[in-house]
């Protein structure tokens, strides 16, 4: 399942969004292609039987477990470069904040990670060479309910087989993993570029059921960017008893002259804890008439997937627009949840996020 490229961002829409990398780093066969220095790649081999159908558990360890079991996970992991590499495998700590899935220090741990264990934390694989490893979580038999976050970390060290784990520099919180280089000097002046791919854990723990998954979208508003480039943001409340994590597409139809266009993605990496708001944006041609559009955004976080319809215009450069009339579907009267989000709009007026392009987690 090959990951997307993100976009680079660098409007005040932008800065609502939170925008974080996915979780995943997919391998497909042995290709001899060039790969960037170092290259490595993992891959969830496996998902529980009843969540084969949840495109997010092939892409995560996701998983609901009563206090005193465990789970086991298989992982493919993968040199993809021309020269033998020593990778080390291991838990990381992670946690969700302000909308995105963020990526403890190097050597920082937690309750999941305490339950956490492989059995290859080595591999020496040659190149373009595979290993199976597996995972195992064995959560102890009086721990709370509630849901916890982790990564499975792959790392090789372009100098120093030892820099890796706990020792080398890492990404900065909210980063993602992927085919990422993280250069750490040493002494000497000499540079150590380090490589991490990995695949997030989200382990719930409780007795009876899973807590439901849910969502509700509750808002579009249109902008345009100093240079004239439109967006558009979408608030989305998490409704459900678990973490979710955002992907969908805008079409906007009705335009001028009938014009319609899309699907256009949505910038994905936002992630919510049970309860919180927050907001995912798309960006559209640069060219794009300002309307006035009917807007139709699909979301979904794994199985659930929602759906509302409202009616926009795009505003001048630099100026964010009124938000969406509503005409169908979930999205919440605009009057409350629009003005909210043209408010935290206004007060990031000027800020600009660049999301880094990644591969993984």
């Known amino acids: 399942m090959p990951d997307r490229r993100w976009r680079r961002w660098a409007t005040l829409i932008a800065a609502v969004c939170c925008v974080a990398g996915p979780g995943f780093v997919a391998w497909a066969g042995t290709s001899r292609a060039p790969a960037p220095e170092g290259a490595i790649g993992v891959q969830l081999l496996e998902a529980p039987a009843q969540r084969r159908a949840d495109p997010r558990a092939h892409r995560y360890i996701v998983d609901h477990v009563p206090p005193g079991t465990g789970i086991r996970r298989q992982i493919l992991v993968v040199n993809k470069s021309a020269e033998d590499r020593r990778i080390q495998v291991y838990p990381g700590a992670a946690s969700i904040e302000q909308g995105q899935f963020r990526f403890a220090s190097a050597g920082s741990g937690n309750e999941l990670t305490s339950w956490t264990k492989v059995d290859e934390p080595v591999l020496d694989l040659a190149p373009y060479e595979q290993a199976v490893v597996e995972v195992t979580i064995d959560v102890p038999a009086k721990t709370p309910e509630g849901e916890r976050y982790a990564v499975i970390w792959a790392a090789t060290s372009s100098r120093d087989p030892d820099a890796l784990a706990g020792k080398s520099s890492e990404p900065p919180h909210g980063a993602g993993g992927g085919d990422r280089t993280d250069p750490s000097t040493r002494p000497g002046g ?55 994590d955002l992907g969908g597409e805008l079409e906007l139809s009705d335009g001028p002259a009938g014009m319609r266009t899309g699907p256009h993605d949505v910038a994905r990496g936002t992630t919510l804890l049970p309860g919180e708001t927050g907001t995912v944006s798309v960006e559209l041609p640069a060219e794009l008439p300002n309307g006035p559009w009917t807007a139709t955004i699909r979301l979904r976080s794994g199985l659930v997937e929602h759906t509302a319809t409202g009616q926009l215009t795009f505003p001048a450069p630099g100026e964010v627009g009124a938000p969406a009339t509503v005409l169908s579907g979930m999205l919440s009267t605009p009057t409350v949840i629009g003005a909210s989000l043209v408010v935290g709009l206004v007060l990031l007026t000027g800020v600009g996020l660049v999301a880094r392009r990644t591969r993984a987690t």
């Open 190 to 244: 000499n540079v150590d570029q380090v490589h991490r791919v990995g695949i997030r854990i989200y382990l719930d723990v409780g007795m009876g059921g899973e807590p439901r998954t849910d969502f509700a979208i509750e808002g579009m508003v249109p902008a345009r960017n100093d240079a004239g480039v439109p967006s558009v943001s979408v608030g989305v409340r998490n409704t459900g008893g678990r973490a979710i």
